[in-house]
């Protein structure tokens, strides 16, 4: 790719991010730091200029972010420092994972830990030489004030260039060798594989509060969803109750937001109780999933309301004039965490009333002493309500209330993947509860992105405001949207969806694929844009990894289209590279297990014809990850050759190439997906 031509002199002296469709960029456009956007343009200029590049990497919904902002980007003479002795780049790392991937991999390995802010410095050529996350404007715990740090790095480049580039040679060397992909593992993707898996997550749990670990605690949306299919093929009750009492401890904390719907990011102790308040996309939408599933699974009625209100909360409050979902709310408003949410005791009492306050106050545990700061407390829920009409008058009029008071900022950025993710659990929730609007809101948004974000028939990674961005799409992007897209074609029984999800689906093959190593991905293109490494990681985070998702959604798509075996042959050499993940880390494959659960099941097959009892039913009870089809005989592929039973609806049940008779009654289909 030929490079842009450089700028002249007199524009680089200036901050450029106004002209960023990321809102993150934008929120530093009026800094005084002559921040760049990340290009060949800025790296160039360094080179001419001999100057180390200055790269920070953050989000819109990052709370800390703000804060060095606040503290050091928006401060003059830090801003002069910077731009005296670097060229600054500020990147969104939602807009360029494979950009945070690499650093934020370097980052780790100089100091133990990551995070954002991340602050890295570079050679004029990207190679990382010292790296971090935040930095206070005073020196604090043991940290260097960040206009220490500026001088420091300055002085080392002028006098001491030899350590700078010995050092970055060895980060550099080190970031390849780390993207060598797992090797494809000795044992079988079996049973047994999964039910040490799920005993291994199983010993981790924190058997008082849900979940795993301590704080701060973050929901394992893919990790539960994959035990929750590993129950459904064991039935082992001791698996299912891991998944309740993770998913009902969440939903009754302050990591859920009572009034609204919708959980945010994670939780700062270990309890639940008080969020980190910035709700993002990606993780209502898997959570959704996992929900919805829950729930038709169990018929609890708290799994059941937490998905009818994150439904609300996304059409609501993340939808945006596009039909697509907006990719955050901030943490912060007016720049005070939590400031739209808490409340005191005598707050409630100023919208509600005495009587029904004090009632509020203890079904929301709203006390004097508070669970936040000030004296205020974030609402939890920790019984169901006595009287259902009460607390949905009282929720009502709390909700209410609540948005007179200024509200947390928007990052409006529609992210091809997380709308993929959007897209899948609406889809399987409308599809399981009979919400034909839910599964309308699907189908708007699949249709947005492939008019919108599919350009030459590849991915773009994210658009704003109906502009489409120029970074491509990285794996991620085309993993969620395939499965999306074959979600929304079960869903709706219109086989047209089929085609762009095949085409899509080759497109990773051909792009994305390790050529000496099938079933091995890279995360960035074979033509994208050339870094200091080509990034891959096929460990899940917090969303799952390119690998994971490509893998759900060539076994989705083996299964929908059994005629094309290259889908089934490399959705199992994908699965097969994961097996040391399983084996060693499975809390960290969480949808490899949800994907491997899937691929040891069959994956179950369901094609139902005729529609009416048969469709419904199969939706309902069919375990995740199945694949569920309904219409008429030879409408789709996996409908082909299969008829109606002596003029009567049937449904034909498959698990990979082995079928069952055709049966013609619910009973007798609940029971074909129960063996």
Known sequence: MTPPEPA?????????????????????????????????????????????????????????????????????????????????????????????????????????????????????????????????????????????????????????????HRSAVAIVSELRRGSGGLAPGERPVDAALLDAADASVAADEDAVHGGFGGAPKFP?????????????????????????????????????????????????????????F?????????????????????????????????????????????????????????????????????????????????WAAELFTVTDAGTFEHGASVSQLRADPDDAARYERVRAELFAARLQRPQPGRDDKVVTAWNGFAITALAEAGAAFGRADWVEAAVDCARTLLELHLVDGR??????????????????????????????????????????????????LNHFQDPARPGSWFDTADDAETLVARPRDPIDGATPSGAALICEALLTLAAVVPEDPRYADVADASLRSAVVLLERAPRSAGHWLAVAEAAVRGPVQVATVGGGELLTVARQAAPGGAVVVGGDPDSSPLLAGRPLVDGRPAAYVCRGYVCDRPVTTAAELRAALSA
């Open 220 to 276: 394992p949306s893919a990790l539960a969803e994959g035990l929750l299919r590993g129950y459904e093929r064991s039935g082992n009750p001791a698996v299912l109750s891991l998944v309740e009492r993770t998913a009902e401890a969440m939903a009754r904390g302050g990591i859920y937001d009572q009034l609204a719907g919708g959980f945010a990011r994670y939780s700062v102790d270990a309890g639940w109780v008080v969020p980190h």
């Open 278 to 358: 910035e709700k993002m996309l990606y993780d209502n939408a898997l959570l959704l999933r996992m929900y919805a599933h829950l729930a038709r699974r169990t018929a609890a009625p708290w799994a059941r309301r937490v998905t009818e209100e994150t439904v609300e909360f996304l059409l609501r409050d993340l939808r945006t004039a596009g039909r697509c979902f907006a990719s955050a709310l901030d943490a912060d408003t007016d720049g005070v965490e939590g400031l739209t949410y808490v409340w005191t005791p005598g707050q409630l009492a100023e919208v509600l009333g005495d009587d029904d306050a004090q």
């Open 459 to 508: 991915l773009r990674r994210a658009s704003l405001g109906g502009t489409v961005g120029l970074p491509a799409g990285v794996l991620e992007d085309y993993g969620a949207l395939v499965t999306a897209l074959l979600a929304v074609y079960q869903a709706t029984g219109d086989a047209a969806w089929l085609d762009p999800a095949r085409e899509l689906a080759d497109v990773a």
């Open 8 to 164: 002249a002199p007199e524009t680089r002296h200036r901050n450029t991010l106004g002209e960023a469709t990321s809102p993150y960029l934008r929120q530093h456009a009026d800094n005084p730091v002559h921040w760049h956007q990340w290009g060949e343009e800025a790296l160039t200029w360094a080179r001419e200029r001999d100057v180390p590049v200055l790269l920070s990497v953050g989000y819109a919904a990052c709370h800390w972010c703000h804060v060095m902002a606040h503290e050091s980007f928006e401060d003059e003479a830090t801003a002069a420092l910077m731009n005296e002795h670097f060229v600054c780049i500020k990147v969104d790392r939602e807009e360029r994972p494979d950009i945070d991937a690499i650093y934020m991999n370097a980052t780790v390995a100089m100091t133990g830990q990551g995070g954002w802010p991340m602050t890295c410095f570079l050679t004029p050529d990207g190679a990382p030489f010292y790296c971090g996350t935040y930095y206070p404007k005073l020196p604090r715990g043991g940290m260097p004030s960040f206009t220490q740090l500026l001088e420091a790095i300055a002085e080392t480049w002028r006098n001491r260039r030899a350590d700078v």
